[in-house]
């Protein structure tokens, strides 16, 4: 074989090892990631689930503080609106409600509602009341004026009518009224080293508390600036909230400013409020993420060091090859007397030496290279050197006359036939040998002098 095929056939060879090797590191690490993104959707999930599990445990315990409000309120007489108001005040003192910032509170059938400190107001979300449900719970606004509170308002089962100076008003809802901010241990998250943040939402995605100082999602709605972000692997909003409408609750990832955000929703099963979990992606499955990249590193530096020994290894049983078309060229040339000169270019470290012989044992050459394929040998150029050799030789005598004056049988140019090879006869005249007697059913050739 041609050492310049081998060569092509080597580098061909690693090259398509290379392209392999990348394609499989590529596609694993596609899947791989897919796999981590699966893998941190479920973690996610299991850690939002107990944080969101204990929300629903303190509001199922609100409901039932009003509960049992509600029916100190029944059987305790009442007559007119400052017997409520001193009822709540005492209530609230018994009950340690300012320590806990909870306040009691009453809606009448007009929508006005009322505290301890007397009458506040119209309800602002009387739409909440508007199909007159039993029990309703919000966060509201509208209640104090630097302070966001959850309301848990419950109907009456028998209105209370009171007096208010000349007029009567009929009480249909009671219940309390807490501080958003006596939820934030519940809104922290230890799993994420209390990096994420919250916010409770309305059912159109409108802000109503934000647990955190930081304003990750600007904007008053965010269910807008969460449709905006760019979603990663196949994601979307619409996707997203059309599992909130159909279970309750959705995970996804997406990247804001630059940065991926792995979020929840989730919607109360007792209050009329959306919670919105948020958290980079950097404190997600932090463990398994960092396992995924040894992972990676290894495969990497293993592909490395396998395509480095590929290449040593090949070029180690290149120059093997070489060597031993070497020795077996030195044999024969020794086996039919050939003088020959190796030369190495040691500035060149693809291992090939040149075999400088002379112009006259080109033949034995050529008979060599047939019989071993040497891919150091160029055949075709050493029938260009035998013509050449001719050509000069005959150029020293007469064309037809040998050097005694005899005339010489025609031969065929070699130069007229560029297929032409040096036949036996030829090679055993040049090496002084004796030819052979032809076959009687043979045709002599002419005697060669």
Not at 11 to 30: A, E, K, N, W, Y
Not at 168 to 174: A, S
Not at 294 to 300: P, R, Y
Not at 337 to 365: F, H, M, Q, T, W
């Amino acid at each position: 074989m041609n050492n310049k095929i081998y060569k092509k056939l080597f580098v061909g060879f690693g090259f398509v090892s290379i392209v392999l090797i990348l394609t499989l590191f590529v596609m694993s690490q596609t899947y791989i990631q897919n796999l981590v993104y699966h893998e941190r959707l479920s973690q996610m999930e299991e850690v939002t689930h107990q944080m969101f599990h204990s929300l629903e445990d303190v509001i199922d315990n609100h409901w039932d503080e009003v509960d049992v409000q509600c029916n100190y309120l029944y059987y305790t007489p009442l007559e007119t609106d400052t017997d409520l108001y001193r009822y709540l005040k005492k209530l609230s003192e018994l009950s340690n409600y300012h320590e806990k910032q909870i306040e009691l509170i009453a809606v009448d059938a007009a929508g006005r509602y009322y505290t301890e400190y007397g009458r506040t107001g119209l309800l602002r979300e009387m739409n909440y009341l508007e199909n007159a449900p039993q029990r309703v719970s919000y966060v509201s606004n509208s209640l104090t004026v630097d302070d966001s509170r959850m309301v848990f308002l419950e109907q009456l089962s028998t209105p209370i009518t009171l007096q208010s100076g000349e007029k009567e008003i009929t009480l249909r809802y009671f219940g309390i009224a807490q501080s958003m901010t006596q939820l934030n241990d519940y809104f922290r998250c230890d799993a994420y080293e209390n990096n994420n943040s919250v916010y409770v939402l309305d059912n159109n995605g409108f802000k109503l508390f934000n647990a955190n100082d930081t304003e990750l999602l600007k904007g008053h709605n965010v269910y807008t600036v969460l449709s905006q972000m760019s979603y990663l692997h196949g994601s979307s909003f619409a996707v997203a909230k059309e599992r909130l409408a159909r279970t309750g609750s959705c995970y996804s990832n997406a990247v804001l400013d630059g940065t991926e955000y792995y979020y929840a929703l989730k919607q109360m099963e007792n209050a009329q409020w959306t919670l919105a979990f948020l958290v980079p992606a950097e404190y997600v499955a932090v463990n398994t993420q960092k396992l995924v990249n040894i992972v990676m590193a290894v495969i990497v530096g293993f592909a490395t060091v396998f395509s480095i020994m590929a290449v040593i290894a090949g070029w180690f049983l290149l120059r093997e090859k070489q060597q031993r078309e070497l020795r077996a060229f030195a044999q024969e040339a020794k086996k039919y007397g050939v003088l020959y000169a190796a030369v190495v270019d040691k500035r060149n470290p693809d291992g090939l030496c040149d075999i400088v012989v002379s112009a006259e044992d080109a033949a034995r050459v050529n008979r060599i290279a047939d019989r071993f394929a040497l891919s150091a040998v160029d055949v075709e150029k050493i029938r260009e050197d035998i013509i050449k050799a001719r050509k000069l030789t005959a150029g020293q005598t007469q064309p037809g006359q040998n050097a005694g004056g005899a005339k010489q049988p025609a031969r065929p140019d070699p130069a007229s036939d560029k297929a032409h090879t040096v036949g036996d006869g030829e090679l055993r005249e040049m090496l002084g040998q004796s030819r052979p007697e032809p076959a009687a059913n043979e045709n002599p050739t002419t005697a060669r002098r």
